[in-house]
């Protein structure tokens, strides 16, 4: 029997996905503690941590006294962006105490009472949103209850505290997948699973690709006969790995995806939306989903926020189709998003840059791309240095460093053109942003405001 009842929880991170898993904690009647990284008076007032958890059980993860705290504790709920490899939880881990992610946790106490439902599980590199999202709104087409979340912004616990408290069932949970995430599964098992694709990424936590791809397969874990896994066959690593799994396996090809439901009203430019169809066409016919409820879904689907997404509203470049697509941190997706323009035929305005990332930050292995495609490079944020020594003398640029200083010029010199301006920084948002989603909402605002 799944209980935390009088069990000491410690919840470490207070993001969105701690102060979830608090929430849930103390709704089990966990004794719990919080952690976080700053001075606890930094932190403690943040909505709803003192909601659930007393002041004097909230610590500073340099707290001299924490790791005597930590010895007493049961199971720990980590959130995704704190390394397991922390110094605070190597004793625990060599104790064999618990350390889940809040997915895990979510999932035991569904399973636990018997309120799992068919679990579709998504990750990859890139893609894995507006997968997420495609698919989410397909199963709702076809008039059945689905819950969408994990790393698109949903915690999964805050589907588990609305069964616990309002017994709010779904007929299929759908989660978008981090590799952050699935390095704190256990007993976590999706009956369908999606890799998309795998780029190198995440710098700061994987030396290689090879180890970022092993975070990633821990999603076919638990995987039985029954399960399906759907993956890209041209991807060599993500090749090899599938072919050792249990259950059913569907490859795509992701430079010709075979699409066989008719696409004229599709909406989203490029060759990766079409793969990303092709991956939500098996996933949807193995789910039994309609056929009319799938054409539909081809027909209507607009595309995710901040992920290549048109802004229609731009003051002062009368001739221009601006796209936002802030949701990119790695050249990997930018040169996917520029290749998407290429369905316009217009001169490409290209705008990079935010945090440096420590590894992969150069544009010289992708300037041969980029440079044929792209008119004219803008340059912001921490990176903007960094790249302008690698592309001057090369390729036409403007170095402005912020988003307002980039659209100033822009209207300056070319409100007289035709063109696509393409806002797909290529790194994190961190150095001038909250996230992704404040830097994308920025840009749109910025684009139906005058300079």
Partial sequence: MFTLKNKRIAVYGMGVSGLSALRFVKALEGDLIAINGGEVSSWAKSPGVLDFVS??????ETDSALPAKLNSVDLVIL???????????????DKNIPVWGEIELAYQYLEANNFLRP????????????????????????????????????????????????????????????????????????NVAMILNLFQNHGERYATIEEYGRSKFFITNRFTENDVLIYPEDFPIIKNWAETQKGKKLSINTGAPEIDFP??????????NKV??????????????SPKAIQHSIDTFAGVHHRIEYVDKVVGLPSFRAYNDAKSTNWDATMTAV????????PIHLIIGGKKRGHGDSILPHLDFLKSRVAHFYLIGEMGAEI????????????????????????????ADKGVLLFSPAFPSFDQFQNYAQRGETFVKLLGTPS
């Fill in 55 to 60: 002041k004097e059980a909230c610590f500073s």
């Fill in 79 to 93: 959130s995704p962006g704190i390394p397991r490899d922390h110094k605070l939880l190597k004793p625990l881990l």
């Fill in 119 to 190: 679990m579709i599980g998504i990750t990859g590199t890139n893609g894995k949103t507006t997968t997420t999202t495609f698919l989410g709104e397909m199963i709702e087409a076809d008039h059945k209850k689905v819950f969408v979340g994990g790393n698109i912004g949903v915690p999964f616990c805050d589907y588990a505290y609305d069964v616990f408290k309002n017994q709010n069932h779904a007929d299929f949970i759908l989660l978008e997948l981090s590799s952050f995430q699935l390095e704190s599964i256990d007993h976590f098992h999706v």
């Fill in 263 to 272: 696409i004229g009203n599709f909406k989203l430019p490029g060759i990766h």
């Fill in 276 to 289: 990303n169809l092709a991956f939500i066409l098996k996933a949807a016919k193995s789910l039994g989903l």
């Fill in 339 to 346: 290749k998407a323009m290429e369905d316009f035929n217009l």
């Fill in 388 to 415: 302008e020594s690698e592309i001057k003398g090369k390729v036409s640029y403007q170095k402005k460093d912020t988003l307002e200083g980039t659209l100033k010029f822009l209207r300056e010199n070319f409100s």
